[in-house]
């Protein structure tokens, strides 16, 4: 699991990269899908996988990131940066045994696994970044790579020679 994180914030990275060349009025612009736009889904993304972890270590209070305050790709960025240490470190001390541990969601008025949980995290991200692919065309853009092969993430195995 810890592996499919380190996916996400490495693609995210480059989403943050490619938005560099994109002009602002283009990352504010209101568009089909998603949160309604570029910046406002990176905001989005940030903000979903920060409270989900943020409420699976028991605080009810969800922190609020409101694109008004978040309005630049830079402070969306920042506030990433800002938040990857808490979300590293919850990822990293991750124990298998947690993933089957209830915990009650009351605004879905229902328990789910931890697991399922931070899976759905997972996928949550990857689902916008096919967005942000999609908006990328629309712009005449080549969008970043999805691919997982390639990255680093996991230990090239040896052939047989």
């Known amino acids: 699991m810890q592996t499919m994180f380190q996916y996400n914030w490495l693609v995210r990275e480059d989403w ?17 899908g998603g ?3 570029i910046l406002k889904t990176l ?4 903000d979903v996988e920060y ?12 922190p609020e990131f409101e694109i008004a305050q978040y309005d ?12 990857h240490p808490f979300v590293e470190s919850f990822v990293s001390s991750w124990k298998e045994e947690m993933d ?5 969601v009351p605004w879905w008025n229902q328990s789910f696994a931890k697991g399922a949980i931070l899976r759905h995290v997972i996928a949550h991200e990857i689902h916008h970044i096919g967005q942000l692919s999609v908006w990328s065309r629309e712009l005449g853009e080549k969008p970043v790579s999805a691919n997982v092969i390639g990255r680093g993430l996991l230990p090239v195995p040896q052939e047989d020679q």
């Open 16 to 32: 943050f990269d490619w938005c560099e060349r994109i002009p602002h009025e283009e990352l504010l612009k209101v568009r089909v």
């Open 35 to 37: 949160v309604g736009g």
């Open 43 to 46: 905001l989005h993304i940030v």
């Open 51 to 62: 409270s989900w972890l943020w409420f699976l270590q028991g605080e009810l209070e969800e």
């Open 72 to 83: 630049t790709l830079a402070k969306v960025r920042q506030l990433s940066a800002d938040l």
């Open 100 to 104: 089957k541990q209830a915990v009650y």
